[in-house]
């Protein structure tokens, strides 16, 4: 992996961080007025599809040899 790649790996995965992060947050506030609501339960599922694509990124991380060109 050269370095750019692995620059742009280590990008989107804070990036997801931070999307599976503001989701959770989203999601707890919502639970909290609307313990039952539609809009909750959507943060929680985009909050676990975010968290999915972080696992293949880190898949994909610990695949490649660790040397950059």
Partial sequence: MTREQRNNLTDA???IIQATTDASRRASVLRE???HSEEATLWK???AKLRNALDALNDIDSAEPKTVG
Wanted: aromatic share 0%; hydrophobic share 45%; proline share 11%.
């Fill in 33 to 35: 007025a609307a313990p």
């Fill in 13 to 15: 995965k804070r990036i």
């Fill in 45 to 47: 599922a985009q909050q």
